[in-house]
């Protein structure tokens, strides 16, 4: 069986990654805080046909060998964490990192998940919470009697309540970053876990060690670029053709080996 079958079916399974990966950018290019991924590619094990250096009459060398590749994989989609724009929402709640850094979310196993989804809610218990109703870490609670809420740079949350001619400070956000944020892993609802590839998360106080400061009444957007996906997907969809190009050319020329006859 001709090697540029096998190769060729890589390429296409490849790209077919690809798409699926630049679809998923696409899909989210509205999702507050999403940070798009990118893959990487590899090239498989060669077939060495003739070694590069192999010693011939008159002490002379081979100057290049001859290799055979046997086609692509995937080894790696990579978040991206640029930052494109804020969008201001004049919500209370709404609160975006600029710089590094990522909320921490409280799971109801117990465990911290992070996040750059800052559209945040008050649920009935008065907890700052994100839209599926995971608290916010450390848990802030808003008084019911709350007339507005003011949150620094810093994350200091302050509230003036009735009856009060000053603010009362309530409990102060801390921030994440991580040496790794690329080996953070997604668990769907804006929502990432720390790995061993992204080391252990580094807890401060915004605006201080490197972290983002928060500025309220903004959400972030995604960092999809609409029109740098689509140039990805039809270099993508080219080079899906192409590979299928070269299946169908390895199969003509098998059948016209096969159709010889003495």
């Known amino acids: 069986m001709m090697r540029s079958l096998w190769t060729a079916a890589s390429g296409m399974t490849g790209q077919q990654f690809n798409i699926d990966t630049i679809a998923n950018n696409l899909a989210n290019v509205n999702t507050t805080g999403f940070k798009k991924s990118r893959v990487d590619f590899q090239d498989l094990l060669y077939q060495t046909v003739r070694y590069a250096g192999t010693p011939v009459n008159a002490g002379a060398q081979i100057p290049t060998g001859i290799e055979l590749g046997h086609g692509v994989r995937p080894v790696a989609t990579q978040k991206i964490f640029t930052q494109v724009g804020f969008r201001q929402t004049d919500n209370p709640l709404d609160l975006v990192i600029e710089g590094d850094g990522f909320f921490q979310i409280m799971m109801p196993d117990g465990t911290i998940a ?80 720390q790995t061993a590839s992204s080391g252990e998360p580094i807890v401060g106080t915004p605006g201080l060690d490197g972290l983002g400061s928060i500025a309220q009444g903004y959400v972030e957007m995604s960092n999809v670029q609409v029109v740098e996906e689509m140039v990805n997907m039809i270099v993508a969809q080219r080079a899906y053709e192409t590979n299928s190009k070269a299946i169908q050319a390895s199969d003509d020329m098998l059948q016209t080996a096969n159709n010889l006859r003495r």
Do not use: C, H, W
């Not at 992070?114 to 608290?135: L, M």
């Not at 949350?157 to 997604?186: H, M, W, Y």
């Open 114 to 193: 992070y996040t750059r989804d800052g559209s945040f809610k008050r649920d009935g218990e008065g907890r700052i919470v994100t839209s599926d109703g995971f608290p916010l870490y450390p848990e802030v609670r808003i008084p019911e009697d709350a007339l507005s809420i003011n949150i620094g740079t810093d994350g200091t949350v302050s509230v003036l309540t009735a009856g009060s001619d000053e603010t009362t400070n309530l409990e102060q956000i801390q921030l994440a970053r991580f040496v790794n944020p690329a080996g953070l892993k997604n668990m769907g609802r804006n929502l990432l876990a």
